[in-house]
């Protein structure tokens, strides 16, 4: 690609290929991360370190591994999908935030079901010319599409000291039990009891911190099941299968033949938003966020 610079370049869709060598387990799962084929996955990579005159990826390694060139390449990438990112924001800001794409983070059915969509319909209320893009994943890929410059906004469990954050929840673990389960007349249900029983494992986000409690209660588990998808737990829970234990807000407010009970001692996390630098925000992001924190200052209130 020549250009005003006088010599050949990179493309922009090559350097995005980079980006995404950064962070995965191999090149062609790379490319498919993008969008490209294994064939054009290594042509580009072929012709962007021809274009460099210098290897990016360490063919010797037992693993992925970028060179000391391209480790020092990759901040410069990055600096310019950002900067990228501000051209397409002072764009958007020229018309009073009247068109714009804003892309957001979500890592479950916590922040899919109950936390965004407020956020989402009063955003759209105040800035209806903008388009709203919300792309489910988990926590981890959220803060690698934070890094690369693919999300300005995630909303993520927090801490993440590495982000600019802004709490705008705490989410509670809770006990799904049948609804005829001998304990189902208790208020709440130490967790040692609830390990006595049948478990159904979710493999959602707060499998982490499900495993931790039942760690601290010293406590090993029953395990019958392990699922992934919340509707698939209340089924099995409903009939019978064991019980389990979820974060609250992943939660329907009612489900046919369960009941959801708390748990003593009780287990929670924080939820929030992150970005990689809330003074770098585009105009679209800036006022989302502000939005968040306004909508979380009255609620903490």
Not at 13 to 19: A, Y
Not at 98 to 127: A, D, E, H, N, V
Not at 158 to 184: G, Q, R, W, Y
């Amino acid at each position: 690609m020549k250009t005003a610079f006088g010599s050949d370049v990179p493309t922009l869709r090559q350097l995005e290929l980079l980006l995404s060598l950064s962070a995965a387990d191999g090149i062609a799962s790379a490319g498919a991360k993008i969008g490209m084929t294994p064939s054009a996955t290594s042509h580009a990579l072929r012709s962007l370190e021809s274009t460099l005159g210098v290897m990016l990826i360490d063919r010797n390694a037992s693993k992925l591994e970028l060179t000391d060139a391209g480790d020092q390449i990759l901040p410069h990438v990055r600096d310019l999908f950002a900067a990228l990112q501000l051209i397409q924001a002072t764009a958007s800001a020229s018309v009073g935030l009247k068109r714009g794409t804003l892309k957001i983070g979500s890592f479950g059915l916590s922040s899919s079901l109950r936390l965004l969509p407020p956020l989402l319909q009063q955003f759209r209320k105040l800035y209806p010319g903008i388009d709203l893009r919300v792309f489910e994943k988990p926590d981890s890929e959220i803060e690698q599409d934070l890094i690369e410059r693919r999300l300005e906004i995630g909303v993520v469990t927090l801490p993440k000291p590495e982000f600019d954050t802004v709490s705008i929840a705490n989410d509670e673990l809770v006990a799904v039990i049948p609804a005829d389960h001998e304990l189902a007349a208790l208020e709440a249900i130490d967790v040692k009891r609830l390990a006595q029983s049948a478990f159904i494992l979710t493999h959602a986000g707060s499998q982490g911190l499900v495993a931790k409690m039942f760690a601290k209660a010293e406590v090993p588990l029953k395990v019958t099941h392990e699922l992934s998808q919340m509707l698939s737990i209340l089924d099995f829970v409903a009939r019978g299968e064991g019980v389990s234990v979820v974060a609250s807000l992943a939660l329907p407010a009612r489900y046919e033949g369960v009941l959801y009970k708390a748990i003593t001692p009780v287990t929670s996390r924080r939820v929030g938003l992150a970005c990689l630098n809330e003074g770098r925000l585009s105009p679209a992001a800036s006022a989302f966020w502000k939005l968040a924190k306004s909508l979380a200052k009255k609620k903490l209130g």
